[in-house]
């Protein structure tokens, strides 16, 4: 079936930090990956996506790595604000014709000055 | 230009009434998803819609729950009667087409709490 694991929550670091939040993934067919971001009291908003292994999606500073090899599609970003303290979140669509999502259990992130 | 809009943003009643929460998805979008989302079980799809017509519907809950998209530029969920543990924050997406690499654009979510 379709399913992903994301790394637990919740992750705090300081200002100007790298950031990895590890996600893997299982799938049937070609899955099209993302990672959405969800802040306080509001929807999920998409951040980056890739759609075919080896893609690098990338927005805002933040980058993931379509890994076929590894099932995964892991974030990163090389230097945190405070404004980044969210909620994030992977997801993948099957690539069976459906483009319904499966999310993982979503990171808390909480960067301090 | 206008994102999904969902209406209303925070609801709260009383066990047994029903619950009607609103959709306007992102105009020329085909796709339409409602999710559940708590702290328990984190991001649940509830049913999705293509072109109007519900595709899958395995995640609504029982059958209090009932969901309509008269036409392409409005949806509803429906809660009847409605139980505490239907408290949660539900979320409609809309999405250009079901191709699977189309990204889906969330409303900011109505805020159920059933007492």
């Known amino acids: 079936g379709n399913s992903v694991t994301q790394m637990e929550g919740p992750v705090t670091l300081s200002e100007e930090a790298f950031l990895t939040i590890n996600c893997t993934y299982t799938a049937t067919g070609y899955p099209s990956l993302f990672w959405y971001v969800q802040y306080p009291g509001e929807g999920l908003q998409l951040l980056l996506k890739a759609t075919k292994a080896d893609d690098k999606g990338s927005n805002k500073g933040f980058e993931a790595t379509y890994r076929k090899e590894t099932t995964s599609f892991h974030l990163e970003k090389g230097s945190v604000q405070v404004s980044d303290s969210a909620v994030y979140f992977c997801a993948l669509t099957s690539g069976t014709g459906a483009n319904n999502l499966f999310f993982g259990t979503g990171t808390r992130l909480t960067v301090i000055p | ?115």
Not at chain 2, 77 to 88: C, F, G, H, V
């Open chain 2, 1 to 115: 230009d206008a994102g999904v809009i969902q209406s209303p943003r925070h609801e709260v009643t009383e066990m047994g009434q029903e619950v009607t929460l609103r959709c306007k998805p992102i105009s020329g979008h085909n796709s339409l998803f409602w999710y559940r989302q708590t702290m328990m079980r984190g991001l649940e799809l509830l049913i999705y819609f293509n072109n109007n017509v519900p595709i899958d519907d395995s995640g609504m809950p029982e059958d209090r729950f009932s969901a309509k998209m008269p036409n392409a530029s409005f949806s509803t969920l429906k809660i009847q009667p409605s139980e505490p543990r239907d408290s949660a924050v539900y979320f409609c997406a809309s999405s250009l087409d079901k191709r699977s690499n189309q990204p889906q654009h969330f409303g900011d979510g109505t805020r159920l709490s059933i007492l």
